[in-house]
């Protein structure tokens, strides 16, 4: 930072203001004053945005609005906002549609308790956020206003609440993804992946023993980390393929892979070398998980649980533990993924297991089928040598 000399003013500084703490410390406050300010007000508008959409739905809804004035009512009260306010977008008849529809998704369930709980977790998950960088929202503390709005369904965008409605069935699946939009910061088309891939249904789902494994808040986190099933939709392979041919895959295509196991995953290596009492043994694929701070075994099996595959992986959870883990690392964590499982047999399977493990199941896989439809070298080569005579012959001919 320059000197601050002499001006017309006479102000002047003696010294370098980088050097004077007070100063400093003014600044740095300053700063983070204003940014403050800009969070609270970005906050501010949509909450009040999403505010009026919710009265205007509200509105349509308890006016019953149609049967009043007509069905042609909603495109009305559009151009109307519109002549009114040119200038100001979100007026058009659509979204109106999508206003009336998304009063009408919550309005059944607006006193229940579980709304009541799912939407205050929504505030303590921002707020800790909001905190984290010096600022919180005192207007959203509420779960639910007034006249029955969500205070808390205001740190979501609108077109992710539109996204939401228009794809959940049920308020509890659309409160999941309301709070995974929070915790992750989606965006609107990381949303809809979400969406797509049923993560509600299939996240956390696995069957596991973290709670009696696990220290309470790793074992949650690793459950909810885990799904019930992986879709296997980018991989194809033969109709007989094994273990080696899907491993073959999924390192060719680890990227995507990693998409699918979720956040946080790390590769460590295919087919991992321990020695154990001078034997070479093996590990399907290894991961680190940086979340959880812990290696994670992973067993493919392309075919239905069998209570042997929960023996050998216990086997190799251990021998990670033993020959690969550091202090630092928290227990290490094994995974079989198989073609099918049967609970009763897994949970038999589990009991007297000491380590902490999860078994889930893939589907997907794409059957090469294109290959029995192609000609072969000899059949195309023969094909040309037909071709080539009957030219001939219709040469000769003329």
């Not at 809809?192 to 023993?209: C, E, F, Q």
């Not at 790390?266 to 043994?281: H, L, M, N, P, W």
């Not at 680190?288 to 099996?301: A, F, G, Q, T, W």
Request: proline share 3%; net charge negative; glycine share 6%.
């Amino acid at each position: 930072m320059s000197k601050v000399k002499t001006d017309k003013t006479g102000i002047v500084s003696s010294h370098d203001l980088s050097l004077d703490n007070d100063y400093v410390r003014w600044i740095h406050e300053l700063k983070q004053r204003f940014r403050n300010a800009q969070i609270k007000a970005a906050v501010k508008v949509n909450s009040e945005q999403l505010l009026f959409n919710w009265q205007l739905g509200r509105d349509l809804v308890s006016k019953r609005a149609e049967e009043k004035w007509g069905k042609g009512v909603v495109e009305q009260v559009s151009l109307d906002l519109q002549a009114e306010f040119p200038n100001v977008k979100g007026f058009s008849t659509s979204n109106l549609w999508y206003m009336k529809k998304w009063y009408q998704f919550y309005e059944p369930v607006l006193k229940s308790e579980k709304l009541q709980q799912l939407v205050g977790e929504i505030v303590v998950t921002e707020n800790t956020r909001l905190e984290q960088i010096g600022t919180a929202v005192e207007e959203l503390q509420q779960p639910v206003g007034e006249i029955g709005f969500p205070m808390s369904f205001s740190y979501v965008p609108w077109g992710h609440h539109i996204l939401i409605i228009t794809k959940c069935k049920e308020v509890e699946e659309a409160l999941f993804y309301l709070k995974l939009v929070v915790d992750k910061g989606l965006s609107r088309n990381a949303l809809d992946d979400y969406i797509r891939s049923d993560y509600y249904n299939v996240s956390g789902k696995a069957l596991t023993n973290f709670q009696e494994k696990l220290p309470v808040t790793q074992g949650k986190l690793a459950q909810e980390l885990l799904k019930s099933n992986y879709d296997l939709g980018f991989v194809c392979l033969s109709e007989e393929y094994d273990e080696n041919d899907l491993e073959d895959v999924l390192e060719q295509r680890m990227t995507r892979f990693l998409l699918e196991l979720g956040e946080g995953w790390a590769f460590v290596g295919r087919q991992k070398e321990i020695i154990i009492s001078g034997k070479t043994r093996k590990i399907d694929l290894l991961f680190y998980h940086i979340y959880l701070r812990c290696y994670v075994v992973l067993e493919l099996k392309v075919k239905p649980f069998d209570p042997e595959f929960a023996g050998k992986l216990n086997f190799y959870v251990n021998a990670v533990n033993e020959f690969v883990k550091r202090d630092s690392d928290n227990p290490t964590i094994g995974l079989l993924i198989c073609k099918d499982m049967d609970r009763t047999e897994v949970q038999l399977a589990f009991q007297g297991i000491t380590t902490p493990m999860g078994v889930a199941t893939y589907d997907n896989v794409k059957i090469k089928e294109i290959q029995e439809h192609l000609p072969t070298t000899e059949q195309i080569q023969q094909q040309i040598a037909l071709a080539e005579e009957e030219y001939k012959l219709k040469k000769e001919k003329k």
